[in-house]
């Protein structure tokens, strides 16, 4: 069992910066891919960025590719994502998730554990 839990969401300006985390515990994340996902009041949710478990491999959606930087710290047990250029269109709940298999995290809203989500906030 894997318990997820987010923090780092807030309030920034368009054009700003945020950082968000994701600490895990109850098992070790070495095995796992982890993403990002996000859901904007009214929308569905959807996928932000993934990183395999060894770090050798990111995925973004293309909303956000050049902006936003996935990485992970193993020995730390955390999954961080830094958002730079923020948009007011970035304003949602963001949802950390991890899934033994990539592919599930890279191309369905289906990983088998998630957190319980963080607030971001881009004002125009």
């Known amino acids: 069992q894997v318990q997820l839990v987010e923090s780092g969401g807030g309030l920034v300006q368009a054009g700003g910066s945020l950082s968000v985390s994701c600490a895990a515990s109850g098992r070790t994340l070495r095995s796992y891919t982890m993403g990002w996902f996000r859901q904007a009041p009214g929308k569905e949710r959807e996928f932000v960025a993934a990183i395999t478990w060894s770090g050798g491999s990111t995925y973004y959606a293309d909303s956000v590719k050049g902006r936003f930087t996935i990485s992970r710290d193993n020995a730390k047990n955390t999954v961080y994502l830094q958002m730079n250029s923020l948009k007011p269109e970035d304003t949602a709940v963001y949802y950390c998730?991890?899934?033994?298999?990539?592919?599930?995290?890279?191309?369905?809203?289906?990983?088998?554990?998630w957190g319980q989500g963080t607030q971001v906030t881009v004002s125009s």
């Open positions: 998730a991890a899934d033994l298999l990539t592919l599930v995290v890279v191309t369905t809203t289906r990983p088998g554990y």
